[in-house]
């Protein structure tokens, strides 16, 4: 027993040495690989980190959505579709966490996009956005150019992990994740959206980001 305290010490420390110190400075994220990276460590410059490019969708009434609406916001986002019986309403239910928890705050948006959208048309999200009581203008599902859809997945939030690895452009999509996008367009973490304690962490995350000057 002493000798397993020991070792999970051992570990806690080596932990705590060799990882940067996160819990007041987020890493951004520029690909696949998912490695954090701290500007503090960084050859690069906070504008050569990778930054979501524009895009345009519609959401659940018929709105257009794009890069400006999210302009001077911190957002997360993530992909489903409203007939998905596995992952899907655990995501929606853990984004609908997020949105009761920032239901007030006007600096936090929520967007997914569904991945099937010849199916997920306005009418489809308007319902399931009425099912789980969304709040119009905090949180936006939206449908658009399936093509568009799946590279803003695969190549602006690195939300397919398999992407460039074992993937084809022409997969199915379907990821888990969720994206931490901070005001500048810059992804700040990746989560599971099944995970409850990622979910946690995520929500922490936003109120760090959200002290950055």
Not at 39 to 56: I, N, P, R, W, Y
Not at 94 to 103: E, G, S, V, Y
Not at 126 to 138: I, L
Not at 205 to 211: E, Y
């Amino acid at each position: 027993m002493a000798y397993s305290k020991l070792v999970l010490v051992l570990i806690v420390l080596q932990f705590a040495y060799c990882k940067p110190d996160t819990s007041e400075v987020l890493p951004y994220y520029n690909g696949n690989d998912y490695i954090p990276e701290w500007l503090s460590d960084s050859e690069k410059t906070k504008a050569q980190m990778h930054t979501v490019k524009d895009f345009e969708f519609t959401d659940q009434q018929g709105g257009v959505v794009n890069n400006k609406s999210f302009e001077d916001k911190i957002y997360v986002t993530d992909f489903f579709f409203t007939t998905c019986p596995s992952i899907c309403p655990t995501l929606t239910k853990n984004m609908m966490q997020l949105h009761d928890a920032f239901i007030d705050d006007d600096d936090i948006l929520l967007l997914s996009h569904t991945v099937m959208p010849w199916v997920d048309d306005v009418e489809k999200l308007n319902k399931y956005a009425e099912a789980y009581e969304v709040k119009y203008g905090k949180y936006f599902l939206v449908t658009g150019d399936e093509e568009e859809i799946y590279d803003m997945a695969r190549t602006a939030y690195f939300a397919d992990e398999e992407f460039g690895y074992t993937a084809d452009k022409s997969d199915f999509l379907h990821t888990e994740k969720f994206i931490l996008v901070d005001k500048e367009k810059h992804i700040r973490g990746i989560y599971s959206g099944i995970v409850d304690s990622d979910v946690a962490r995520l929500m922490l995350d936003i109120r760090t980001l959200q002290k950055e000057k």
